[in-house]
């Protein structure tokens, strides 16, 4: 039964859940039909996606079908394992309900490129019955003698029966290597893995003698098939057994935590506000002015040190805002570095349930650790810059694992079982689990070692397809509104409680200067703030009718001073362009003759009240105000230049390149009503790319004739001219004769592609 029968044969409930495991396969353009199901279950990036997933024990019943083939029943794998087959019989059936096998008539099936991968991993070549028959007599001779069968007078038919025999006991064969020495061990994992050992034309010139091949070779576990060593089929899995000697051990046991959920709460709401807070203020910052970008992209160390400052944070987790702002599409390019999408408007107004749900399930997908970014050739690769990494398949893993009311520490323990194919070393590996606890901390997904109610909500709300609603909802009585509260004091300060509103930020931004941050801000009213906004266009009375109107008690009395004093100095002071001529009264202008910092600006006195300068208007402006002075520009005919605080935005939501996703229960409704894909609307680009590329199957060229029509984002694995293979992810715009011109996200460059060689496609990460 191929895997496309199987699929058509689940029922509902059994084929939604395969596909809300599987949730790359409803990306747009969806399957249409059960033969493009099977194609885009059986892709090498989707299955990729869904080994992340596997504990040890499924990972290695997984292997040990690989190793069967044909044979791969649950009793045959029981007994490869030596493990009861009730244990098999669970392993096997998490694999066919997240669609990486299915069962055919007792069989357990693989999809191709998945038992390709698994039986390389174990490594080898040929079983002893295909290998032997490029084998000298003599040499099978010598190996059926080295396990203690008696070898002479056997014509070679039977010698291949009885090495076949001698090495089907892989128990056996396990303890013989056990026995062998260090380098004979070492020598043999590579030839069973296919490391040659020899590098850049280096020749071991010791003896044969003293070769750990030639003592593999007299221990009967390696053949020399013209005169090249191969490690036969049956040692291979024998080594890969002894390497997973204790078989199936089930989930490791990790502790409850002990912390009482009342104390989680609280710290959990308190971080979570502060998420959004962090966010929140950094986006507003970064729409005043852009985060400047280092000229490869990413926000350098030195330019997160003045965001630190600037924002009251530390900047030691200013990455992590950074990142989840990104990937929530909240920030995004601009010529000048990174602003605030379109999305961040309605983030901004909406709750802080739902701001706090944005930001989490955006993190929650991330692959890296942002307070742990990779080093490349011994340099940092800058948030928001993307990076593969296998710190959020640790993440993910730990919280299911922890979710319960477990300990998250000894979830992070149990990780190498939880998320055996992370391929970290222990250092790199308990570095970045480090990192991702206290990212999550900081969210308030966990506090105190334990997932808190906030997490909960986030973890089943990633099992769900409208992810953010979901959470959002969940949470909302963890994270209620609070009225937003401005206080303003007589000592020239505000106090706002609570999350300031769009409108409060700005104003307060616009008038005053921010002195900490946190639950209770505080703002400060200077002669040079209020002087600012009154730059910006504002009147005293626009100001104080604002102010008075966001506050919870009238403007006091110093404050009003403050502003209608600077407003009633406020353009005294005129700078003309010319380049440049300063107009002011006869006091003033003197003043500013003697005024020793302003000499270097050069003025020359044309009238009593007339002075020029040699400087540009900005700088002249500038140098005034720092003076203490408050001018304003003119222009060429003399009236006032209002200097406009312009908002930053991005064009797009770059942060968030994905497609739509159509719900599991959709997707396996249309499916049901179109089993063969016949009512698929038929595409003249799937046409004219099958003609072009013939290796692509129906699934591929469905996603990449999307892709051209859409100008939307695909993933394809590319071999150029030269044999070098890379992955990419690029946007097409248009097929060009035999090529395709694309955006490339690798090279952030237009670049053209030969359709040809296009190997495979995949939805973008």
Known sequence: MSFAVYLSTLDNEALVALLAARSDVRVEPVPRGFSQLAQRLSGPGSIVAALHRLNQDTLAVGQAVAVLGESATVSAVARLLDVPERAVRAEVDVLFGVGLAWPDAGVVRLPDDLHNHWTADIGGGPPVAKLAATVLVDDLRDAVAAHGVAAAGKRKSELVAALSEALADPRRLATVMGELPAPARLRLEELRLGQSGIMFGFVDTRSRRSDPTELLVRAGLVLRTNRQPQVPREVAVAAWLAENASGLTGRPEIAAATVPAARVRTAAQAAARETVRALSTLLDEAGRTPVAALKKGGVGPRERGKLAKRLSIGDDVVPLWIDIAYAAGLLGEVPDGYAPTGAYAAWRDAPPSHQWAVATAAWHELEHAPLMRDIDDDRELPPPLPLMSMAGGMRRAVLRAAGDGLSV?????????????????????????????????LLGVVADDRVSELGAALLAGTDVDDVVADIARRCAPLLPETPCGVTLQSDLTAVVAGQPTVAVARLLAAVAVNETRGDAAVWRFTPASVRAALDTGWTARELLEELAGVADRAVPQPLEYLVTDTARRHGH??????????????????EILHTQSLAKLGFAQLAPTVLSSLAEPDRVLASLRAAGMAPVAEDESGAIVVERDEEHQADTEVGVRSRTRVSAFDLAGSLAADPKGEHAPKSDTVALLAKLNSRLDDAELALLSHAVDHQEDVL??????NGSRTIRE?????????????????RGADREFTIANIESVAPPR
């Open 730 to 746: 690029i946007r097409p715009t248009q097929i060009y004769g035999r090529w395709l011109d694309s955006y490339c996200h690798l």
């Open 409 to 441: 520490r000894g979830a992070g323990a149990a990780v190498d079982w939880l998320c055996p194919l992370h391929g970290y070393p222990p250092e790199a590996r308990d570095e970045k689990l480090a990192a991702t606890v206290r990212e999550a901390e």
């Open 716 to 721: 394809i694995a590319y071999r150029d001219k």
């Open 573 to 590: 002071v005129r700078v003309r362009a010319a380049r440049s001529c300063v107009v002011a009264d006869e006091a003033l202008v003197a």
